[in-house]
């Protein structure tokens, strides 16, 4: 079996700022590989400006045998031209993939497979064949010693829960925590409440079908793996003592899908009081699901700002979307934040089946009517993965169509490469390009109705724009071999090598 790999983040070019939230699935994978006396390096190329550069110098001066990426569908472009920066430097080096990427394009790929058909996600994952040599689906913590044996399988598949390859509660919580250490962490900044802030997943999985989230076909995506809640406080205990960390983002899909969450609040909270600190948290919540008594527990453990995903303010869309919540759960959730004055950023999205103007001035409208104190509005994507894309069917070339049967809506995606390019995913405000139109508004249309809906409800409510100018780009040189801190770390056995 290979005892020594290079893992590597891709940057994310398509954000306004790279090192704000750390990539932690790779950095878990890293983790189980270093208690298993695998000697691990790490690549974090998260803000590199030169990162094509970076990666073929370390080609060149690493002895490790394999290479193992990670990534989303939005960093597919530039771990696409890693992997050909490798393997032009490297033939002979075994090159991993794994991620949220090739396991939504896997699902939908095995659906394609039992429905008989050959679809966009059957030559999404044959490309992602022929690339690598190695394809991770689903969890990456026990499949990862499979991808490095000798005779590795092509494809190692972490997303069926029939095998001990897909963790279960027990063997999720008792993982290591993430290797933090192998990462630049002092380069990432982010605050809450003016309390640097780190990220964290508590819980894994999400059990709801919204038509354009991804993974809904993926057990690793869609099904709740829970830690224990002393094993969360654990966590948040150790970054504090190692690293002064005094916020924390919890990351998970929805915090309140949790039946112990307000046992886990109190445990927050009286572990404060034992350490005689601050605490100051962020996360998600299912509107539909929030009580008064999550609330009160919430702010007591150190939650002032919660982020909901209301997506719509139209009856009619929030049942195309298959959200679960109506305009009324919604409304409540609003009510119910303010009682406990816990601040909401409300996370809307447009372009669904059925989306017309009328509709997207309704959510104009509920968003005036309930006065969050910030929000986000985006135009959505169909990744693969999603309903939205693997139930979609070609109605003319380039063109694919997903019904919402219920109504009869329609959403209409135009092919993209997901390899190749990434414009297609959120963007700068007033820079948006939709790939996406309904039956009645065109990408264009959909693109000014999103701006116009903005620009109404931040100047009515005073809600500034986000102005936050994009993150300075790293430009690094390798010279000489030698390695900057922030980008590559080394296991202590390695430092000891190299003095």
Not at 30 to 37: D, W
Not at 188 to 194: E, P, R, S, T, V
Not at 244 to 252: A, E, N, T, V
Not at 288 to 302: H, I, K, S, V, W
Request: with cysteine; glycine share 8%; aromatic share 10%.
């Amino acid at each position: 079996m290979i005892t020594r790999i290079c893992l590597i983040t891709p940057p994310s070019i398509f954000l306004l700022d790279e090192r704000v939230f750390m990539t932690l699935g790779i950095l878990k994978v890293a983790a189980v590989l270093e208690r298993a006396g695998v000697e691990v390096e790490m690549l974090d190329l998260s803000g590199v400006e030169n990162y094509e550069e970076v990666v073929r110098d370390h080609a060149r001066a690493t002895s490790a045998p394999c290479f193992g990426l990670t990534a989303t569908t939005p960093q597919m472009p530039a771990a696409t031209k890693v992997f050909r920066t490798i393997r032009a430097v490297r033939p002979d080096a075994r090159i991993i993939i794994g991620g949220p990427h090739v396991t939504l394009v896997h699902a939908a790929y095995k659906m394609e497979q039992r429905r008989g058909v050959r679809g966009r996600a059957t030559t999404a994952f044959r490309q992602l064949e022929a690339m690598f040599d190695v394809i991770v689906v689903g969890d990456g913590e026990i499949s990862v010693f499979h991808a490095l044996k000798d005779m590795s399988p092509k494809l190692v598949d972490g997303d069926d829960p029939k095998t001990d390859l897909f963790l279960t509660n027990q063997t999720y919580t008792e993982l290591p925590f993430p290797a933090r250490h192998l990462i630049d962490v002092a380069s990432y900044n982010y605050f809450i409440d003016g309390f640097r802030a780190v990220s964290m997943i508590a819980q894994l999985g999400c059990p709801f079908g919204c038509g354009f989230c991804g993974g809904r076909m993926s057990p690793f995506l869609r099904r709740i793996r829970m830690r224990t809640s002393e094993n969360i406080v654990k966590e948040m205990v150790r970054l504090y003592e190692a690293y002064g960390f005094q916020g924390f983002m919890l990351y998970d899909d929805e915090l309140n899908v949790n039946p112990k969450i307000v046992e886990l609040m109190n445990l927050i909270a009286d572990t404060q009081n034992r350490l005689g600190v601050e605490f100051r948290l962020r996360g998600f919540i299912k509107a539909e699901l929030f009580t008064d008594e999550q609330a009160e527990a919430m702010r007591r453990a150190g939650f002032r700002w919660i982020l909901v995903g209301f997506e719509a303010g139209h009856e009619r869309i929030l049942a195309n979307i298959q959200k679960k919540s109506s305009k009324a759960d919604n409304t409540r959730c609003m009510e119910i934040a303010k009682r406990h004055d816990l601040k909401v950023k409300a996370l809307m999205s447009l372009g669904h089946p059925g989306e017309s103007e009328e509709t997207i001035l309704a959510t104009r409208d509920w968003l005036l009517a309930v006065k969050p104190d910030d929000f986000d509005a985006t135009v959505i994507t169909t990744y693969p993965g999603t309903p939205y894309f693997d139930e979609a069917v070609e109605t003319k070339p380039g063109v694919w169509t997903y019904t919402y049967a219920k109504t009869g809506d329609r959403l209409h995606s135009i092919e993209v490469d997901y390899q190749e390019v990434a414009e297609y995913y959120k963007g700068v405000p007033g820079e948006y390009t939709s790939y996406t139109y309904t039956d009645h508004l065109s990408p264009e249309e959909l693109v000014r109705l999103r701006d116009r809906l903005e620009a109404d409800v931040r100047g009515a409510m005073g809600i500034p724009y986000n102005t936050a100018a994009p993150a300075v780009r790293y430009e690094h040189s390798m010279g000489q071999g030698t390695i900057p801190s922030n980008i590559l770390k080394m296991t202590a056995a390695q430092r000891v090598k190299a003095t």
